[in-house]
């Protein structure tokens, strides 16, 4: 096998690794005490369990009263899996979110999967009343080049069904912005959220059982 060299702002996944990772390194904590003092909404990157999330939640705490809102972005196969678990461990706290990363998330899961898995992850933040960031490469040719592809438009338009939109930066981001608006105003006429046909959802499973519940044997 030949090598490779990894540049800036690159990644390695390890989807079929369990690594005992904390989503919180020190230099994060580092930054905290600053982030808990002036911002709004507290990001947690790779946040892959329950534990995570009540770790930041515990930093927070020791930094003061004044609490910005949570928001897990979903990177890692581990993460989705344990979304139903996060985000009741989220929803202590008066506001959470949760962004689809769907760069890191389609190589975790497979580019085959995304599709199914950030449906699910829609469908379960609705249920839970949780607002969704719709983020990874939205218009990214148009506001690189200034030309969106045809699939870029379609998979824009997919976003209108989440609470919020994420664009990357670039030369033509403004006409990116003005597209993207326009999508989405398009779309909202056509469709609220969706229509739910109750389908069984993977996740689902994830959720702890009540106590005393028997178990099920399906």
Known sequence: M???KL????????PESALRLSALTAEDLAALSFVAEHADVVELSFA???RDV?????HLARLGSRQPAIVLKIETRRGFENLPDMLLTAMRAPCCGVMIA?????????FERLAEVQEEML???EAAHVPVIWATQV???LARKGMPSRAEITDAAMGHRAECVMLNKGPH????????????????AHQAKKIAMLRELHLAHALPAEPGAAPDRR
Request: hydrophobic share 40%.
């Open 48 to 50: 892959n369990n329950a």
């Open 139 to 141: 218009l990214e040719t």
């Open 123 to 125: 469908w379960i933040c």
């Open 102 to 110: 769907r760069g890191d998330l389609a190589v975790e899961c497979g």
């Open 7 to 14: 540049r800036a702002d690159k990644g390695i996944n390890l």
């Open 173 to 188: 981001v403004l006409s990116a912005v003005r597209v993207l608006d326009d999508i989405l105003r398009r779309m909202q």
């Open 2 to 4: 030949r090598g490779g």
């Open 54 to 58: 009540e770790l930041l939640q515990q």
